[in-house]
């Protein structure tokens, strides 16, 4: 024990070093923001040390050694792998996305803590002891020994593998993207550099850390990458906790503020500014209702009007600034009548939304009965996928690998739960601070004086803006109606709207950063690991070296990279959807064979078969055909469930086929039975 112990300890110094160094960088870079020196450069600054940090432990932590590239050794002590866990597990949709989405849809947005927290339960109670005392390298090895292996059911054990395979890789793409497209969001905003720019340049660091060591390299670094994260969410709750409640502890302030926030939103709600406002966006969303009846005369007007529009300027000779605003706007007008419906068709549905009334945060599922019953509904319904998802991420089980045994495997899961919930618990209390700033400080202003954060963020994104503020009632007074921000921008945008130096807004990207890059260098070595192990070596080679698998495993994370840096620079969706998407497929797909093989003996290869496949067509399938962004209509919905739920419906079908198809074919033999009974067996 006297080694294990030197290692932590060692590991201990390592750390606290590392912590009082950041500390040290934050005073001299605020120190460096009093004497001048331009905000673009502490971007800079930030951006290159933290990269320049997470290349230098990849280039340190370096191998080929198998064990250590796949597992990292399996000797990362509970409390590191807690760490690590929480920094692979807070992705860009906790720290950028989760608290903009309470601030957006209230109450409704708590499904998603309830969901990822719930979820880290059924991890420790059903999955995660049982992997590690398995004593494997990825999921796939899992099911293919479990429901092939140990009754040499090989051509069994290869179609699990395979299907498992193909899970691991749908799972884990969708969610990378989502990583990527952050990474592209935070770069753009703080260098100034385009968003597909500021995609690769993150890749770099992701590619550095996971090419060169594997999974050695990424859990030392998601270890400081946590640290960075907690300190860069924290400081600007405590911060406007303080602010708004004279309490530095935001969990506390939280109650204290809620009713102030609702006194807040009856007023506006009252305002008859803000009816005038809502009463426009109706008569634009009804004027495109319009025009959509009377197609295609409309858009035959409408492109006429337009042509006739740029003549005119420049018949009289008007300003070149005239006549490229004239030309835009015909440049932009819909090709055709098809592309005009759907233009028009999404326009008119922004314009209702925008006329909607002001839900009232702290209410749940608000509406009339019928609404109310529907959100009530899909709320549980996220839950529930979000709960057997997280029990189902392929790049989170892994990690029960590392550990020296089953239970530093148990504690380390309670060292994730207790990270992961200094931030889950800071997060409904920052949504309700920065919406009651906004809604006090914001709301009233006069568009002459807009504090210059307005305009930084208005000018991140032209084409699709991720903040806005119109003067729709021509008043000169910014309305709650009037302003649109997008749940991706609130938490990075934060520090400036507390007016907080600087500095601060820096540390918050890079803690964004850090949440964005610990997830995706995880999800990319799941991938990796997937197709080099249990396809080219498990199915393909099985006489490859050692170094041969360790580099195939890198090649092939680096080609994934680029395809998923690809995908994420076509700007496919927001973040919470594309990772709630990645939830439901997960649960649907291997959440059922997962515990069935763990807690049923009788499950065989033709139930895990028949379970994978019906769990992850029927998941798909019902994405596809409600989804809008997939080409789907939401009139399609069963049970109005919303697509990003589908594993509501994919996750039961899966566990009755693996029940059905396993009790009408043969059981499993005497060596999967041990087997089981060897997983589920008390630790000694």
Sequence with gaps: MKPARTFFQRLRHYYILFTAGFACFLIALAALEQEGMPRVWIGYLFMFATIVLYALIGVIS????????????????????????????????????????????????????????????????????????????????????????ADNAERGGRAVRILAVVATISVSFTYVVAQIYAVGLIASRF???DFSVGIFLGLASILVCSFLGGMRAITWTQVAQYIIIVVA?????????????????????????????????????????????????????????????????????????????????????????????????????????????????????????????????ATP??????????????????????????????????????????????????????????????????????????????????????PNWVSYWANVDKVNPLFSISDINHDGVVQLAEITIDADVLVLATPEIAGLPYVISGLVAAGGLAAALSTADGLLLAISNALS?????????????????????????????????????????????????????????????LVLGVFWKRANHYGAIAGMVTGFTLCIYYMLHTSPVLGGAPANQWFHIAPISAGIFGIPAGVLAIIAVSLLTPAPGRQTAALVDYIRAPEQ
């Design 233 to 361: 969410f924290l400081i600007p709750a405590i911060w406007l906790s303080a602010k708004h409640s004279d309490n530095p502890i935001p969990q506390v302030a939280y109650g204290k503020l809620l009713p102030k926030l609702s006194a807040r939103e009856h007023v506006l709600q009252d305002d008859p500014k803000e009816a005038e406002v809502r009463a426009i966006f109706r008569q634009r969303a009804a004027d495109y209702e319009a025009r959509i009846k009377t197609l295609p005369a409309s858009w035959e007007a409408g492109r006429t009007d337009l042509q006739r529009k740029l003549d005119s300027v420049k018949a009289r000779n008007a300003s070149l600034l005239e006549i490229r605003s004239a030309e835009r706007e015909l440049v932009a007008y819909p090709k055709s009548p098809d592309d005009a419906e759907h233009a028009w068709t999404e326009a008119r549905e922004q314009n209702l939304q925008r006329a909607e009334p002001i839900t009232p945060h």
């Design 365 to 450: 599922y608000p509406g009339d009965k019928e609404t109310s019953d529907i959100k009530r509904n899909n709320f549980l319904a996220l839950v529930f996928c979000l709960m057997l998802g997280t029990a189902a991420l392929p790049h989170i089980l892994m990690r029960s690998y590392t550990t020296p045994s089953v239970h530093e495997t148990r504690v380390s899961v309670f060292w994730t739960l207790f990270f992961i919930l200094l931030i889950y618990l800071t997060i409904p209390a920052l949504a309700v601070l920065v919406k009651y700033d906004i809604y006090s400080a914001l709301v009233g202003t006069d568009y002459a004086h807009l």
């Design 191 to 193: 260098t100034g550099v």
């Design 62 to 149: 370096r191998t080929s050694n198998v064990l250590e590239y796949y597992v990292a050794g399996r000797r990362v002590p509970a409390m590191f792998n807690g760490m690590a866990t929480a920094a692979d597990w807070i992705s860009a949709a906790s720290f950028i996305s989760l608290a903009g989405g309470l601030y957006l849809h209230g109450f409704d947005g708590l499904a998603y803590i309830m969901g990822w927290t719930g979820g880290y339960c059924l991890v420790a109670l059903l999955i995660a002891p049982y992997l590690r005392k398995f004593a494997q390298y990825t999921i796939p090895d899992f099911l293919a020994e479990r429901y092939g292996g």
């Design 533 to 593: 192990h249990d396809v080219y070596y498990k199915l393909v080679d099985r006489s490859a070296s050692t170094q041969k698998r360790v580099t195939i495993s890198k090649l092939l994370l680096l080609a994934v990279a680029f395809i998923a840096a690809y995908a994420a620079s076509t700007k496919p969706g927001d973040i919470l959807s594309l990772v709630g998407a990645a939830f439901s497929l997960a649960g649907s797909t291997l959440f059922p064979a």
